[in-house]
């Protein structure tokens, strides 16, 4: 019995995940029709994680690397000779505005340094190629919301790179909770961290990052907490511990706990650490059920475990999903289950600012 209904769960989650395009549900099965078009990439900002997106890109069935935009020449030849990358598809940040003309891109995807997010992609938006940017996708709400509305003046569109939003354990995990087999969810508890190295790394410069570990990794326990519950927090607070202040200066935080309240009475318990190894759990409980993820976030394999039984949909590079499902969204209109709009990164923008007001004032700060 048990295992039938894990079976039709994963049935039932094709129609659900990605509703406008039902068959994309999976990684596995995802098809390509002979009509649809392939997303044309330039990658800016080579660094760690724009490699991992470009590895994972080779995977990908409709999106493939095409250009990158990097400030130096030794990383752009080294990248032009591993993935075939043409030299009129090469910019730098100085010429970059000039991709307008080249008709051979679709689309920028920012990788780069938490606070330049805010200039690339208006930049870029300028040009008239949409966007893809990285988390957090500014290092403020007022930021993240003059992002949104260059893209929507210049007719193109903003997608952030919450590769969570397409993988299948997550989507199975709210599909749970949806279809109320959990019962009447109240809590959620996440807890995101890790110890963060070489502290000469741009991520504790806070002109870079606009933050520390919150900034980083505690955004996917505020992300999650509102893909989980399915709710918008109304308030939160936030109380946190500094016990390195050389390494973690005036603007960095290193641990932050937090609260967030939510219309339905929910409530989330979140940690946020630069100081704790191996914390990357998400833990969802209902009147009839739970589900219980670690890793929750990580590249993957996630792992979890629920009320009823293992969540074991298979593991599927995140990266090449998401930017499968990112040219559907961009050609076809397709509707993600959980959104990857700009406006959804500034929903997460809102709640760090209120986070950090919260820290200061040590009130509860309402977001309503
Ligand atoms: P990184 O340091 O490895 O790479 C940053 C790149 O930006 C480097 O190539 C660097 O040369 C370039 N850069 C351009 N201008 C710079 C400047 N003024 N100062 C410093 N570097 C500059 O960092 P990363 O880990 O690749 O992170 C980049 C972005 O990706 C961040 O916003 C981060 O939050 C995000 N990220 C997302 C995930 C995810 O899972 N979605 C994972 C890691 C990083």
Redesign the pocket.
Known sequence: MKSRRIFLQKASLSALAFTALPAFSNAKNFTVRKEDKILRVAIM??????TRVAEAMKESKRARLVGVIS??PSKVTDWQSKYGIPDKNCYNYENFDQIKDNPDIDAVYV????A?HKDQVIRVAKAGKHVIC???MAINAKDGQAMVDACKAAGVQLLI?Y?MHFEANTLEAIRMRKSGELGEVKFFQGLSGFVIGDPTQ?RLNPK?SGGGAMM?IGIYSINGARYMLGEEPIWVTAQETKTDPVKFKEGIDETIQFQMGFPSGAVASCLSTYAMNGLDKFFLNGSKGWVEMQPSTGYGPIKGTTSIGPLELPHVTHQAVQMDRMAAILFDGAKPEVPVNGEEGVKDMKIIDAIFAAVKSGKRVSLT
């Open positions: 900002g080579l660094g760690s994680y724009g400030g130096t990788i780069t340094p938490n330049l990285e988390k957090p790179g590769r741009w870079l980083d």
